[in-house]
Structures are given as C-alpha cells and as structure tokens.
C-alpha cells in the first residue's frame, strides 16, 4: 500500500470518529427510551442481508466483525478496509395514529490485515446505541393537588464502540481469537414542563463508558462445514450525569440548580453465540446463528420496563455463480432473516420483532476482493395492543468493501 493510501485511510478513520461521536438522532424509535437506547443493528459487509447471521463465516474475502477468530483466515499481503452507512424509514402505530420517520446515518468502519501466516488484527469503530425519542403532552398531577401540568421530553445521543479483533490458527481446522471494545458516549435528555405561565426546563447528560471482551472460535469440521461460538463477557459501564434545572419566566432564564453526579453503573449481560456454514453444493452457503443474552442476570432496572433474556435465531442463504469470467458472474446474492425475543418487557408484554433481509455483492474489481455490498430489510417490532407501539421498519444499508494488495511487486514487459 502506498503512502498516500495510508493516510487517506487514516484520515477516513479519523473523520468517521469525529461523525460517529457528533451524531444525534440515527434512531427515532420510542423504544430507544429504555436503557442504553436501540441498539445497532447494522453492521460490515455482507452480514447485513444475512439476517444478521455469519459468526461462521471467514474474512478471506472480507471483514467479519462478527467472530475475531475470522481474521486468521485473512490471505497473505491483503488488507481489508469497510466502510457503510444506512438509511432507515419508520412508520409508529399506536392505538390513536401513526408517524412516519427517516433517518441516515454512518453505520460502521473497519480495517484488517494478516500479521503473520497464522494471525490476523482488525479495528472498527461503529455506533453502538442510538437514542432518538420525542414524547410531547405527557400529563402529570402535582403531588398534593388536582392540579395538572405539562410536558414535552426530547432524547438523543447514543454509545460508540471501537473494536480490537485479534484471531490466530491453532491448526488447519481451529481458529480462535479475542475482542475488546471500548464503549463511550452520551444520553441527553431535555423536558420541559408547563405550570401555567411559568416554564421549567431539565436538562440531563449522563456520559457512560468502559470496556468489554469478547472471545471466539471457528472450526472447520470438514471442507463444507464450520462451526463456531462467541462467548461475550458481562461487564459494567461507568456513568456520570450532568444536570440543569432552568427555570424559563417571559423571556429571562435563571438557573435554579446545576451539578455533576455519579450514577449507577450500566450492566451488558453475558452474551452466548453459536453458528454454522454449511456449504451446499458448488454455489450455495447457508449461515445460520443462534445468540443468548442473559439479561435477567444483571439485576437491572427502568423505569419504563423491565430487563429480559433475549434469543435470536438468524439466517441467510448466499449464492455465487460457479462460473466467474466477468464482473456480472461475480455478483453474489444474498437472502437472509432473523426472529428476536427483545430483551425489554413492558407490563408483562416482551417487546419482539422479526426481519427478513435481501442484498448484493457486486464486485468493482475482477483481481481484488472489491465489493459494493447492499442490503435491504424489512421488520417489525413491538405490538399495537397492551398499549404498546407497533414498529414496522425499512432499512438500507450500503456497505464498500476494499480489499488492497500490500508489499507486492508490479511486473511490467
């Protein structure tokens, strides 16, 4: 790789991190109220119209965020670089209308090479939660009184993740490898409330951050098959807050109060994962994951609902055509879907949601591993009865995969 391309990658990884940590507003999902707020569900290549689906899958021809232990599979002299973004558009329906929502934003950025003929190192930088909610007109009653008053809450923010991956070969069939992500960010939150003609305005920022590990390991039972696992281990969270409390009187605003606090810690479960590839035939593979997150185990609370065990079963079919004499032949298509028992309940009522996915592979280069990857997919979560909100969603994703040849000679005649 030549000089300038390093520092256009680099300068590419910079400008993504300013991005991704001045970025409000990637979600507007209601949901995104509870907790850490929604989490990610877009990710690097082609994994994204795979049903969300591929720890068992290799980074031979491109990144696999998924399981660490894929970067030994990484070819000699390459180097992987992915860079996406996605747009997703929201219709919410309750019980008396509906709202229709857009929002784009940047999804992901990732970098791999091979460090020796066994072993592979990666970096990626993606947005781990997003917050974005608008609640306007909640009606409360002062404590003592009949008196009502009004408010209008407004959320945004959300976490970042930047991801170490580390996977090295044991032998022709084991690879294992290990993760470490720093998490960090912030959640705002803003309500306003109304009491005749006076205005009082709360303005919270809780800032979180820390570390989490993960480990992985892929297994090629034979030429066809790979199994795989991804076990992520539990961690906390450090968090602090940032409050005001304005008071708003005909166009003059006082501080009535103003501070920094330490909160409580936020709790990420233990994560169990494991997955399949299974090759069928000469143009078919079949990825299929199963992932467990123990959520009741951290003891957590909110006070919208409550902390529950979450089950995802995902899966995609990808076919590639056996004959590659041109770029139209190298084009892979990709099929996919996934089911989520959400780890939110709300009176009782699990908030679950379901996704089928569609994409394409469309090579830019016949010599490299070069992919415009793109994905579409339509879901659901959530449920319009038990006063919950119903969320039907469409989401694009479009993924550059750039693979580049690194310490290479050019032979010229």
Same mark, same amino acid.
């Given at each position: 790789?030549?000089?300038?391309?390093?520092?256009?990658?680099?300068?590419?990884?910079?400008?993504?991190?300013?991005?991704?940590?001045?970025?409000?507003?990637?979600?507007?999902?209601?949901?995104?109220?509870?907790?850490?707020?929604?989490?990610?569900?877009?990710?690097?290549?082609?994994?994204?119209?795979?049903?969300?689906?591929?720890?068992?899958?290799?980074?031979?021809? !491109?990144?696999?965020?998924?399981?660490?232990?894929?970067?030994?599979?990484?070819?000699?002299?390459?180097?992987?670089?992915?860079?996406?973004?996605?747009? %997703?558009?929201?219709?919410?329906?309750?019980?008396?209308?509906?709202?229709?929502?857009?929002?784009?934003?940047?999804?992901?950025?990732?970098?791999?090479?091979?460090?020796?003929? /066994?072993?592979?190192?990666?970096?990626?930088?993606?947005?781990?939660?997003?917050?974005?909610? $608008?609640?306007?007109?909640?009606?409360?009653?002062?404590?003592?009184?009949?008196?009502?008053?009004?408010?209008?809450?407004?959320?945004?923010?959300?976490?970042?993740?930047? #991801?170490? $991956?580390?996977?090295?070969?044991?032998?022709?069939?084991?690879?294992?490898?290990?993760?470490?992500?720093?998490?960090?960010?912030?959640?705002?939150?803003?309500?306003?409330?109304?009491? $005749?003609?006076?205005?009082?305005?709360?303005?919270?920022?809780?800032?979180?951050?820390?570390?989490?590990?993960?480990?992985?390991?892929?297994?090629?039972?034979? #030429?066809?098959?790979?199994?795989?696992?991804?076990?992520?281990?539990?961690?906390?969270?450090?968090?602090? #807050?940032?409050?005001?409390?304005?008071?708003?009187?005909?166009?003059?605003?006082?501080?009535?109060?103003?501070?920094?606090?330490?909160?409580?810690?936020?709790?990420?479960?233990?994560?169990?994962?494991?997955?399949?590839?299974?090759?069928?035939? #000469?143009?078919?593979?079949?990825?299929?994951?199963?992932?467990?997150?123990?959520?009741?185990?951290?003891?957590? !609370?909110?006070?919208?609902?409550?902390?529950?065990?979450?089950?995802?079963?995902?899966?995609?079919?990808?076919?590639?055509?056996?004959?590659?004499?041109?770029?139209?032949?190298?084009?892979?298509? /990709?099929?996919?879907?996934?089911?989520?028992?959400?780890?939110?309940?709300?009176?009782?009522?699990?908030?679950?949601?379901?996704?089928?996915?569609?994409?394409?592979?469309?090579?830019?280069?016949?010599?490299?591993?070069?992919?415009?990857?793109?994905?579409?997919?339509?879901?659901?979560?959530?449920?319009?009865?038990?006063?919950?909100?119903? %969320?039907?969603?469409?989401?694009?994703?479009?993924?550059?995969?750039?693979?580049?040849?690194?310490?290479?000679? /050019?032979?010229?005649?």
């Amino acid at each position: 790789m030549t000089n300038r391309s390093t520092f256009l990658l680099l300068s590419a990884f910079i400008s993504a991190c300013s991005l991704s940590a001045q970025t409000n507003n990637q979600t507007s999902s209601p949901y995104s109220l509870f907790g850490l707020g929604r989490f990610n569900d877009a990710n690097t290549g082609k994994t994204n119209a795979l049903g969300k689906s591929g720890t068992a899958l290799s980074s031979e021809r !491109e990144i696999n965020n998924l399981n660490p232990a894929s970067l030994a599979t990484i070819k000699k002299n390459s180097f992987l670089f992915d860079v996406g973004a996605k747009a %997703e558009m929201n219709t919410f329906t309750n019980e008396i209308d509906d709202t229709k929502v857009t929002t784009v934003s940047f999804s992901s950025l990732a970098f791999a090479f091979q460090l020796d003929s /066994r072993s592979g190192i990666g970096l990626s930088l993606s947005p781990y939660s997003d917050v974005g909610y $608008n609640l306007m007109g909640i009606e409360n009653t002062v404590e003592g009184s009949t008196e009502s008053y009004f408010s209008n809450i407004k959320g945004s923010g959300g976490l970042n993740e930047i #991801k170490l $991956n580390y996977g090295r070969s044991f032998s022709e069939k084991l690879r294992i490898g290990a993760s470490l992500s720093y998490h960090f960010g912030k959640i705002s939150e803003v309500e306003i409330t109304k009491l $005749n003609e006076d205005y009082l305005m709360m303005d919270d920022k809780n800032y979180y951050m820390g570390l989490k590990a993960a480990i992985g390991m892929q297994y090629d039972i034979n #030429k066809k098959i790979t199994i795989s696992s991804v076990i992520g281990l539990p961690t906390a969270l450090n968090g602090t #807050k940032d409050y005001r409390i304005l008071k708003l009187v005909e166009d003059s605003e006082s501080v009535v109060k103003e501070d920094s606090e330490s909160i409580a810690d936020f709790k990420l479960p233990l994560t169990l994962n494991i997955g399949i590839k299974a090759q069928l035939g #000469k143009t078919l593979t079949l990825n299929a994951d199963y992932t467990r997150s123990q959520w009741s185990a951290t003891d957590m !609370e909110d006070n919208i609902g409550q902390f529950t065990d979450q089950d995802v079963i995902a899966a995609g079919l990808e076919y590639t055509s056996e004959t590659k004499n041109n770029l139209l032949q190298k084009i892979t298509y /990709r099929l996919g879907g996934n089911y989520d028992t959400g780890y939110l309940s709300i009176d009782g009522n699990k908030v679950s949601g379901f996704a089928v996915t569609s994409g394409l592979g469309i090579p830019l280069d016949y010599r490299t591993n070069t992919f415009i990857n793109v994905s579409y997919s339509y879901g659901q979560r959530g449920q319009m009865s038990n006063s919950l909100i119903h %969320e039907n969603y469409h989401l694009f994703t479009l993924n550059l995969s750039l693979e580049d040849i690194w310490f290479v000679k /050019r032979k010229y005649e």
